[in-house]
């Protein structure tokens, strides 16, 4: 299966999310896909089964509890793939931290408001007179 394949099903997606934030058991992992998808426990098994078999997670027994947990190495495949496409939106955002740049330092050479800047009278905060 493809890795976009794997990661096309939102299930799983999710799944991977939970994941990237550290080692998690099979059970927790269960309640919160069950609770926001509304699928069953094999359902879920399944999805966990795809992802294991196909190199983004790993599983590891720790007594009667089974641990998941994220391996990047289908997720750099996926890095090398989007970045060709990479520079479409490289460029705008760089154009946009240039913008927001500018903006800055305008607003810090710009000479204060006449009336102090607090949109009332000068120094009281009011913004009504």
Do not use: K
């Not at 299930?11 to 939970?18: A, F, K, P, T």
């Not at 426990?41 to 992802?51: E, W």
């Not at 190495?73 to 090398?80: F, K, S």
């Amino acid at each position: 299966m493809h890795a976009f394949d794997v990661l096309g099903d939102p299930v799983r997606r999710r799944i991977l999310e939970l994941l990237a934030d550290g080692e998690r058991p099979a059970g927790e992992v269960g309640a919160v896909v069950q609770a926001e998808f509304g699928i069953s426990q094999p359902a879920v098994s399944q999805h966990l089964r795809v992802l294991r078999e196909n190199g983004f997670a790993t599983v590891r027994a720790q007594g009667t509890r089974r641990l998941y947990a994220v391996d990047p190495t289908p997720l750099a495949e996926v890095d090398r793939w989007l970045a060709r496409y990479r520079g479409f939106w490289e460029q705008r955002l760089d154009a946009l931290g240039t913008e927001l740049a500018r903006g800055r330092r305008e607003r810090r050479s710009a000479p204060p408001a006449p009336d102090g800047g607090a949109g009332g009278p000068a120094g009281t905060g009011d913004p009504h007179p």
